[in-house]
């Protein structure tokens, strides 16, 4: 990654290694428009890990929308287990949807039982401008 340039670096951290697959160095992009982005820069990449190893590195870049993990491992000697993808498979997996839980019901509340604000404490809009200007006199609309 040190020797991309930082455009094309930026663009191929997000895509994760899925393995080798068919002699290529296979990665899973979050969606097709990510894909797409990664192979406009692919011929660079698979220069520049040529360059690293000694020989040709063929890469495929498919499309993998499966959760990734949180410690986001990149290692090429662990497996991970959305490895079952096929190279040529551009699909995210299916996964199933389950309806939510209906929301809990609502309290019933007697407005009568409120004592928190007692009517003779709440300051209307008019009096709150009045306090915060001291001296200010309340003209009538009508005039």
Same mark, same amino acid.
């Given at each position: 990654m040190p020797a991309l340039k930082p455009l094309v670096r930026a663009?191929?951290?997000?895509?994760?290694?899925?393995?080798v697959r068919d002699g290529a160095l296979t990665l899973g992009a979050p969606n097709d428009a990510h894909?797409?982005?990664c192979e406009q820069h692919r011929a660079d990449v698979e220069r520049v890990?040529?360059?690293?190893?000694?020989?040709?590195? !063929?890469? +495929?870049?498919?499309t993998d929308a499966s #959760?990734? $993990?949180? %410690?986001?491992?990149h290692d090429l000697?662990?497996?991970?287990?959305?490895?079952?993808?096929?190279?040529?498979?551009?699909?995210? !997996?299916? +996964?199933?949807?389950?309806?939510?839980? #209906?929301? $809990?019901? %609502?309290e019933d509340i007697d407005l009568h039982d409120l004592v928190d604000a007692p009517p003779a404490s709440v300051v209307s809009p008019i009096d709150r401008l009045a306090q915060a200007f001291p001296g200010s006199e309340l003209l009538d609309e009508r005039l």
């Open positions: 663009i191929y951290s997000v895509p994760r290694v899925l393995g894909r797409a982005k890990a040529a360059g690293l190893v000694g020989a040709p590195v !063929p890469i +495929v870049v498919v #959760p990734r $993990p949180d %410690d986001h491992d000697g662990r497996g991970h287990p959305d490895d079952h993808h096929d190279a040529g498979d551009h699909t995210a !997996p299916v +996964v199933p949807l389950r309806p939510a839980a #209906p929301p $809990p019901a %609502d």
